[in-house]
């Protein structure tokens, strides 16, 4: 049995300041996202993981770092883990209020060089198996929030903008269980309920 818990990194600068970045070393943790990795760092050490992958990108990276302190693990880059590559829409800010994935998706503007979303489930895709392949127990991965949700939508085969209520925030845990086949267990949630944490437990008992 092997347990894949997905966070996606804490608070950053570029989330404060809401800019779009795929640039490996800058945009760090906010203070408050230094804390998010924190307690999501001791709501993972209840499961006892045994390794944690991550994102090359800082404020992922910065997230692992943290929550491998609080388990004593060190951090495994894997590419796979990386940001979406944004294109031309690097290092700009955004308007929530009016999303370029959704002008995107109605072809009123065009983005060279963004990285589609069938190949970002690609790849998100090829990670989750190569654990599958060669993992069991509980294995954390830290990435951001559109490869998290592209791991989602890809097991429900969803396009970017059907998977639109698919909500990843900052520190967040979605947590997959995989035997024959994956089955996600939580999206986007803060800590464990007991409900989720005992199920969870039964199954790394069965593991072992």
């Known amino acids: 049995m092997l347990i894949i818990v997905m966070i996606r990194h804490g608070q950053s600068v570029s989330n404060v300041n809401r800019i779009l970045s795929h640039d490996l070393n800058v945009y760090p943790l906010t203070e408050e ?21 991550t994102s090359p990108i800082l404020r992922a990276y910065q997230t692992a770092t943290i929550i ?3 388990n004593g693990l060190i951090p495994i880059i894997d590419d796979r883990l990386k940001e979406r590559y944004l294109g031309e829409l690097n290092n700009k800010q955004f308007e929530p209020n009016e999303h370029w994935k ?16 069938e190949l970002l489930r690609r790849r998100i895709r090829e990670f989750i198996n190569d654990l599958r ?25 969803m396009d970017d ?40 437990k039964e199954k790394i008992q069965v593991t072992q």
């Open 33 to 53: 996202g230094r804390e998010q990795a924190k307690r999501v760092g001791k709501e993972i050490s209840k499961l006892s993981p045994k390794k944690v992958f």
């Open 68 to 70: 491998g302190e609080e």
């Open 102 to 117: 959704l002008k995107l998706a109605k072809k009123e503007i065009e983005i060279k060089g963004i990285e589609n979303w």
């Open 133 to 157: 392949r060669t993992e069991n127990g509980v294995i954390v991965a830290v990435s951001h929030s559109d490869p998290i949700r592209a791991a989602i939508s890809d097991m429900m085969d």
């Open 161 to 200: 903008v059907s998977a639109w209520g698919i909500k990843i925030p900052n520190g967040s845990i979605t947590t997959l269980s995989c035997d024959d086949e994956c089955n996600i267990l939580t999206i986007g949630t803060p800590f464990f309920t007991q409900q989720v944490l005992d199920r969870l």
